[in-house]
């Protein structure tokens, strides 16, 4: 089993310790975890500094003779921050990046809670979704484009679910350029609040098979050790019905399989 979306202490959003992590993966057999520390630079842009991590104590972090350690990065998206994060992921050894989109065009956070009804929540996923189609056409060096969906976690709405079938158009755009762009889809399970199952949710998943796109990455986003694996065995099981056999994991950015 292999978790890429992990957020230890070096997180300005998670207390656990890495350690705490590596005896969970012990204890659960899990192969290989991976951390993925964010580094929000687009919020220090807005002028929020949420904390960034120590990189010289986090590449330390080492695994265990039954656990590989792998030491990956959450970057924000935000156009003005391309510059900034080229020569970051050039400048550090990461093994993957995963590009995520936490805050929309006009600097509003995807990640507060917005009451919305009928037209205004299809004029906000437009938003976010035209922003994760940038993000995706990003001009620096990444693996994983991360948590497609994530803003729904947040919409206040009776319904609110982010369905392929109300923005195929944008979703065909999105997921056309991660295939074209040998990029790796991550299926996150951090679905809480989205009224789906998975970030993006199956429908998307389905459409990307369609489409080709066979590059496919699996990421809890705990920020517990607890959480670590999160919904495992239904995303592996899903996946497989889907088509997928294997899922994506980088080391140096070389892109691994793992059969499923």
Known sequence: MIDLHLHTSFSHDSSEDPSAYIERALSVGAEIIGFAEHYDY?????GQCLGLPDLDKYFLVSGSENVKVLHGVEVGYRAEAQEFYKNFVRTHPFDYVINSV????DGACASRPVRLDGQGVKNFYT???SDVYDSVCADY???IVGHIGYASRYVLSQDKKLRYEDFSELYDKILREIIARGKCLELNTSSAGTQGDFLPDRDIFMRYRRLGGRLVSFGSD???ACDLL???HNARDFLLSAGFNKICYFVNKKCMFYNL
């Open 102 to 105: 936490h805050m929309l065009p």
């Open 42 to 46: 687009d919020f220090y842009l807005n």
């Open 141 to 143: 060096d990444f693996q």
């Open 222 to 224: 705990a920020h517990r």
């Open 230 to 232: 999160r919904d495992w």
């Open 127 to 129: 938003r976010y979704l």
